[in-house]
């Protein structure tokens, strides 16, 4: 986060000197670094934000206990949110969904998106283990009705019982609705809808800062030839080419 500040900065002084691109030295550039001071505090919290809302609850105690750092919900509610999530990824959709009605049962009934989303899944997995006339009974009965009311969920709709339409899947054009990403796409719906009823942000903040970070950073390019981070998960400064 300091280094996301210090780009930023670095980049308004650049804008407000010559137009010509400027070199700046490791030397220059780690010294100007240093100089930004981020209280230990900030980034426990943001650490401990990154656990609670992915989900680390074991990680989030232990860190909790080292470093003082006080998640803002109960620590408790990591495992009854994890296992929903965990329920979907495996492909248990009706067990998640009566997971999710015990943990509030608001957040269906308010959210017709997402409890759509929850049945396209419980026919894609359906569809995946060859319960071809479960899987049209179960469109039929329980998706058609909402598709008529809602023209994107029809669109789903039709998308997912298209296939049902091909022998090899490997061929099919919408086959990657039964790719491991679409259970981790709709568990992540999940997630962030119990996370929300739950007055807590829905993404960890982490993410969205080394997005800010590669964006700063792109932007100072233009400007200036400097000591910059292309590989976030060393976070090593690397010297510019000039």
Not at 46 to 53: A, E, H, I, Q, R
Not at 93 to 108: F, G, M, Q, R, S
Not at 165 to 177: I, Q, R, T, Y
Not at 178 to 205: C, F, G, Y
């Amino acid at each position: 986060m300091s280094l996301f500040l210090f780009v930023f900065r670095q980049l308004a002084e650049i804008e407000a000197m010559a137009t010509s691109k400027k070199v700046i030295t490791r030397e220059e550039w780690e010294k100007k670094l240093n100089d930004v001071k981020i209280r230990k505090e900030d980034m426990n919290r943001l650490v401990m934000n990154f656990l609670v809302t992915e989900g680390y609850d074991e990680a989030a105690e232990k860190f909790r206990m080292e470093s003082g750092t006080e998640p803002d919900i109960n620590l408790g509610t990591i495992t009854d949110r994890m296992a929903v999530k965990k329920a979907v990824q495996c492909g248990n959709v009706e067990d998640a969904i009566e997971k999710v009605n015990d943990l509030n049962p608001e957040i269906l009934d308010t959210n017709p998106q997402l409890f759509f989303h929850l049945q396209q899944q419980r026919l894609i997995e359906l569809i995946r283990n060859g319960k071809v006339e479960e899987a049209l009974e179960f469109a039929q009965e329980e998706l058609a009705p909402r598709g008529e009311e809602n023209q994107s969920f029809l669109e789903e709709l039709e998308r997912t019982v298209a296939l049902l339409a091909f022998e090899d899947v490997s061929n099919c054009p919408v086959g990657e609705l039964l790719d491991m990403s679409q259970r981790l796409k709709t568990a992540s719906e999940v997630n962030a809808a119990i996370l929300t009823s739950q007055s807590h942000e829905k993404d960890p903040k982490l993410p969205s800062l080394l997005k800010m970070l590669i964006w700063a950073q792109n932007q100072l390019d233009e400007k200036a030839a400097y000591p910059r981070i292309n590989d976030l998960s060393s976070a090593v400064l690397e010297d510019p080419a000039v």
